[in-house]
């Protein structure tokens, strides 16, 4: 079946500037996080959203940072105002119910200029 | 502060050797244990999972658990090439956000 998809693959904004990072996550899973790699460096825990309860939002670096989940499915992302120190990979994941492996997307590569 | 070490490496191994790859935690109420392999420029992929003391073995890789030492492993039977990349080692306890360690870096020279 299908794994986590995420889009898109590569963004490249300016300082300043809005950006929003999708994942779709395999069907039938209710959990999903979003984490951030930066180059050479290990994975930072973002967000964690759980079925319809409320996201653990205690990864989160700053305010400029937000993340919405519709229909327990789709997730989006958001950067406000982006600044350089953004720049990173970001990945996303999802489990199961019955077991809790992660399973994670291809990533989205952000470059802020 | 639930703490994963690695080694970060590189741990050079030549062809067809065993590849042990380490990783300790802190946290005594960790259950469940996974092991993810990660190429340069890609996303991580599950190898592994495993939630009971001794060994688990699947094809070339083979999980170990010993919660008594908080330690885990996993090790790599007739290492090939194609299994160079970074490993990561991440443990979950009550809380269901995992934490991951900073990975060891395996490289497999012909």
């Known amino acids: 079946g299908a794994g986590v998809s995420q889009s898109p693959s590569n963004k490249v904004t300016e300082k300043g500037k809005d950006v929003e990072l999708r994942c779709d996550p395999i069907?039938?899973?209710?959990?999903l996080y979003w984490y951030r790699q930066s180059l050479g460096q290990g994975l930072e825990f973002l967000i964690y959203?759980?079925?319809?309860?409320?996201?653990?939002k205690s990864g989160l670096p700053s305010d400029r940072f937000s993340a919405e989940r519709t229909g327990g499915s789709v997730s989006t992302l958001t950067i406000q105002r982006t600044q350089q120190e953004d720049s990173a990979v970001y990945l996303c994941?999802?489990?199961?119910?019955?077991?809790?492996?992660?399973?994670f997307g291809p990533g989205t590569r952000l470059t802020v200029l | 502060q639930k703490e994963v070490e690695q080694n970060s490496g590189p741990l050079s191994v030549p062809e067809g050797a065993i590849a042990s790859l380490n990783c300790t935690y802190s946290?005594?109420?960790?259950?469940?244990f996974f092991w993810y392999r990660q190429y340069s420029g890609k996303s991580p992929e599950l190898i592994m999972s495993?939630?009971?003391?001794g060994d688990k073995e699947d094809g070339r890789f083979t999980a170990q658990l010993n919660k008594a030492s908080q330690y885990v492993s996993l090790l790599i039977r007739d290492s090939q090439p194609s299994d160079s990349a970074t490993y990561l080692c991440?443990?979950?306890?009550?809380?269901?956000?995992?934490?991951f360690g900073r990975g060891t870096s395996l490289i497999v020279h012909p």
């Open positions: 495993i939630y009971s003391n």
């Open positions: 946290d005594r109420g960790s259950q469940s």
């Open positions: 994941a999802s489990s199961g119910i019955a077991r809790d492996e992660q399973f």
């Open positions: 959203f759980q079925g319809n309860s409320a996201p653990d």
């Open positions: 069907s039938g899973h209710t959990a």
């Open positions: 991440a443990v979950k306890g009550g809380s269901y956000i995992p934490t």
